[in-house]
């Protein structure tokens, strides 16, 4: 319990929003719907550090959270420097048309 | 029911809710609004379970800064609707149906078996925010130094791999 929210709240949203993300990321074709599927489930597990930190009466999980949410936006300007770089060469970002690295 | 549930409660359907639009849209522009919408849901979760910093951060941070380079990289690429064509592996997208449905089943049944299984807390976090500074700037500022050297890397690396080849 957080003040009245229960923990099983909490975590059911957050397994909801992974899932979500999941399904994006397996069933979307654009490379930039997948990265933001990606952030989704990242999102989702933001949701279960906080609940978690918050019912055990801690502030490490929320520390742990500002750390990947900064590291996010790292990897969100990288990710999206490689799609501008690829559409460069391949004039899509359509996955199932980049497969340089396929045998 | 209290007030603090109901409202956790409403946002985090909201929260979902837009993360399902997010994945059924076909237009990235639209999937990106959607998202924001949908963080700005989860930033009213983090103030119920009292963390308003976490909160600031998620819609100055992921809804104010990520969510616009999407856009910007979006608008700059000019990507459009995703094409409806037939899917050379039809196989590939009927099995990743059944992971997902396997995955969400086990999901909900760790999250069922475990959460209830945490003791109250021992003190009731307040809304303030120094104690949250302390820690990160006296326990964890070894890390947080790691970690604006890593943002320095990714902006050189970005440059770096964003920038025109030019053949000196």
């Known amino acids: ?103 | 029911m209290t007030t603090q549930r109901l409202v956790f409660d409403a946002a985090a359907v909201l929260t979902i809710l837009f993360a399902a639009v997010m994945t059924v849209h076909r237009h990235p522009v639209k999937s990106v609004l959607a998202l924001v919408v949908s963080f700005f849901g989860l930033a009213v979760c983090y103030v119920m379970l009292s963390a308003p910093f976490i909160a600031a951060i998620q819609v100055i941070v992921y809804a104010g800064a990520i969510l616009v380079l999407f856009l910007f990289v979006l608008m700059l690429l000019n990507v459009g609707e995703e094409t409806r064509e037939r899917d050379p592996r039809p196989i590939q997208r009927a099995l990743a149906g059944v992971a997902l449905v396997l995955f969400a089943g086990m999901l909900l049944g760790l999250l069922r078996a475990h959460g209830a299984a945490i003791a109250a807390p021992r003190d009731a976090l307040t809304a303030d925010v120094a104690p949250l500074a302390r820690l990160l700037f006296a326990s964890y500022l070894l890390p947080f130094e790691a970690l604006s050297v890593l943002l320095l890397a990714a902006l050189v690396g970005a440059f770096v791999l964003a920038r025109r080849e030019t053949d000196s």
Do not use: C
């Open chain 1, 1 to 103: 319990m957080i003040g009245s929210i229960p923990l099983g709240d909490v975590l059911l949203a957050s397994g909801a929003l992974f899932t979500i993300g999941l399904a994006g990321a397996l069933l979307r074709r654009s490379a930039i719907s997948i990265f933001l599927s990606i952030e989704v489930m990242m999102n989702a597990a933001n949701l279960a550090l906080i609940g978690y930190g918050s019912a055990l009466g801690t502030l490490e999980g929320q520390v742990v959270v500002f750390f990947i949410i900064a590291i996010a936006a790292a990897e969100a300007s990288v990710g999206l420097a490689i799609f501008v770089a690829l559409f460069r060469h391949k004039e899509t970002i359509d996955v199932n048309r980049i497969n340089l690295l396929k045998w």
